[in-house]
């Protein structure tokens, strides 16, 4: 299911790059990525109603850069969803997730890409991250190679994904809006049978680019997302347990510990009585919205889970992708066919959603696929001239455990 792009012997690698009020970062971050010395990559701009001259920027100085455009202020974690559906749309082979405010080596891709070669169980890429206090060490230093190790955590400044990553365990959780999205993705990845690969390559982060001038908001959205985090993926044990370290963390008076670590800083930006005053709000607002946390536990990607009458099958959801507006329905029943025996006999097949311009679902029901959504586009209209406003709305109304792209 991997995405293959024919038009160039490389893999083709999209790098999407988050945006917010942060023209300022741009102007560093944008000059050190088109120092990139891989050559078959493009990069997007995925702009959260900047009110900055971000825009007028990027295109006066790097018109190359593709630019997608948010309706709603949909935070971090919608940000890189829209840029990943971008990238997908596209053929993408690999996808980077590139926080505006860092500088990055100009060969990060290509040696990134032989980690992967050397690691085919990888499916996410991370590397050693340098903080703005320490420029000197990010331009001192060489990337170190050979000392990948798969890792259970990674900085999220920079990720590189194998597009495959997105096609089996779905998009970020955008209930976390920004921070804690990355982690809880990497839960995700691990269970859809990934590994996360911990590189050699240094990348100088200045932090928290975008959110600068709110510095209680990111406070808040840390000590709100880890409680989340843990009433997602560990329960209300574990978010009891996530609870005392944070409490630990950020409003022991006498707490002694090395906060180098971002997380860690944040939880310490304030006195003990505010930071007090925190975490008691993110336990009232868990509180409120844990129905919605709930649901978002059954309903992320692979996580999809449904309690079917009498079996308690994971049912799965695949959305098909037709790229070339090409009639090519005759490859999408091989494909099923194909899929469909390697089920396993805990799976099944709950619903289909086709998106092209030239097939019907005729074909499919014939092929005994009765259950099918079928999203039929404008005739002989090439799937990348598709909206790609509609389109995202209805994967995100459909939420596919599996994404199929034929080219």
Aim: net charge positive; hydrophobic share 40%; glycine share 8%.
């Amino acid at each position: 299911m991997k995405v293959e792009n024919s038009e160039n012997s490389q893999p083709l690698v999209y790098v999407v790059i988050p945006n917010k009020n942060g023209a300022v970062h741009l102007r560093y971050a944008l000059e050190s990525l088109f120092k990139t010395t891989y050559t078959n990559f493009r990069a997007v701009l995925v702009d959260n109603r900047s009110t900055d001259d971000s825009l007028l920027y990027v295109a006066a100085n790097f018109p190359q850069v593709e630019v997608v455009l948010n309706d709603t202020d949909v935070g971090f974690a919608g940000s890189v969803n829209k840029g990943v559906l971008h990238a997908l749309s596209r053929g993408a082979n690999y996808i980077a997730v590139f926080s505006n405010d860092i500088k990055v080596k100009p060969d990060w891709i290509d040696f990134t890409l032989r980690a992967f070669a050397a690691h085919p169980a990888a499916g996410v890429a991370g590397y050693i991250e340098v903080p703005k206090e320490k420029e000197n060490i990010f331009f001192d230093s060489a990337p170190s190679g050979g000392i990948e190790k798969e890792v259970k955590a990674l900085p999220g400044c920079l990720l590189l994904f194998s597009a495959e990553i997105f096609l089996k365990a779905g998009l970020l959780d955008e209930g976390y809006f920004m921070y804690g999205e990355d982690t809880d993705f990497f839960v995700r990845v691990t269970r859809a049978g990934f590994r996360l690969l911990q590189t050699g390559m240094p990348v100088w982060h200045y932090g928290e680019g975008s959110a600068a001038k709110k510095r209680l908001f990111p406070v808040w959205m840390t000590y709100r997302n880890a409680l989340r985090f843990s009433l997602k993926n560990s329960g209300f044990f574990g978010a009891v347990r996530m609870a005392a370290a944070l409490f630990y963390h950020g409003c022991l008076p006498h707490f002694d510990a090395d906060i180098s670590d971002p997380s860690l800083k944040r939880q310490r930006r304030y006195s003990a009585p505010v930071n007090l005053l925190l975490l008691a709000g993110s336990a009232g607002w868990n509180l409120w919205h844990l129905p919605a946390t709930l649901k978002a536990r059954r309903c992320t990607g692979a996580e999809r889970t449904t309690a079917a009458a009498g079996g308690g099958k994971r049912r799965l959801r695949i959305a098909i992708l037709n790229i070339t507006g090409g009639g090519i329905s005759g490859g999408y029943v091989r494909y099923l066919e194909n899929m469909l025996p390697r089920l396993s006999a805990s799976e099944e097949v709950e619903s289909i959603l086709c998106v092209s311009p030239k097939l019907s679902s005729v074909s499919y029901k014939m092929a005994g696929f009765k259950n099918i959504k079928f999203c039929d586009c404008r005739p002989a209209l090439p799937f990348k001239h598709f909206p790609e406003a509609e389109l995202e709305a209805r994967l995100d109304d459909f939420r596919p455990d599996v994404i199929f792209v034929p080219t």
